[in-house]
């Protein structure tokens, strides 16, 4: 099985797995913790035992634990900056939209339906995808299938830009954070999306539409812009020192 053969299989079985639990629960929302999350947990596991022998020669070897610590603090520190900038957004640009705060349950649940979410995008179809094109691109990729996914199974996500653009931030955020192995990068992106799905539904709602949406997305462009500018900086860093130490 080729990279490409495996990415289609979980789209398929994504969409699928989509459609059928939006039949057990017509009304939960893509945004934030539901039930749906578990379709991209369920199109990993589908992808996996298509093509385990393939995948597991496919999917990118481990790193040094520091560096997995590391990248999941500053992805902590990420989700909080999000969250305070949406908080900010959402008390400076009052909108008319109606504000569905979370369920105790949607609450309880929110951490291992994040990782469930996670465990598809970053932990599987991420690596599949960079394996074959730049990271910023797999990134891209990814986002615009996570917002193509969200849109379709989600009859209420009215906010087409929001959410396209939300998306894409998110996941190159969360994309350059993970490194190293599949789980690895689930862990870390897991973490992040924990605090994300928590904070964001406390403060913007179970499913945020309107104005509600765009400072989501604004703020997301923000956090994924600043972590990127940090991540190229350090980069730069690393190549001036190793130049140093050649000479």
Do not use: K
Not at 122 to 137: K, M, Y
Not at 179 to 190: D, F, H, P, V
Not at 207 to 230: H, N, Q
Request: hydrophobic content about 60%; charged content about 10%; aromatic content about 6%.
């Amino acid at each position: 099985m080729s990279p490409w053969w495996a990415v289609a299989t979980y789209v398929v079985a994504l969409f699928t797995a989509g459609g059928l639990l939006r039949l057990v629960d017509p009304v939960a929302p893509t945004g934030s913790p539901s039930l749906l999350w578990l379709a991209p947990a369920i199109a990993a596991g589908l992808t996996w035992l298509v093509g385990r022998r393939a995948l597991g020669i496919m999917l990118p070897a481990p790193v040094r634990r520091q560096q997995v610590i590391a990248h999941t603090i500053l992805g902590v520190a990420a989700a909080g900056l999000l969250v305070a900038l949406v908080a900010l957004g959402v008390v400076l640009l009052p909108g008319d939209d109606v504000v569905m705060g979370p369920t105790l349950q949607t609450l309880a649940l929110a951490v291992p339906l994040a990782f469930a979410l996670e465990l598809g995008w970053r932990g599987v179809l991420q690596p599949l995808v960079e394996s074959r094109i730049a990271r910023i691109w797999a990134c891209v990729a990814v986002g615009v299938v996570w917002a193509a996914w969200r849109l379709e199974v989600d009859d209420e996500a009215t906010s087409i830009v929001g959410t396209l653009v939300a998306s894409i931030a998110l996941s190159v955020l969360l994309g350059y954070l993970g490194n190293g192995s599949w789980w690895q990068r689930w862990i870390t992106a897991g973490v992040v999306q924990s605090i994300l799905s928590i904070g964001l539904a406390l403060i913007a709602g179970t499913d945020p539409t309107g104005s509600a949406s765009l400072v989501v997305a604004g703020a997301s462009v923000v956090v994924a812009v600043a972590w990127m500018l940090m991540f190229r900086a350090a980069q730069r860093r690393r190549a001036a020192r190793a130049v140093e130490q050649g000479s």
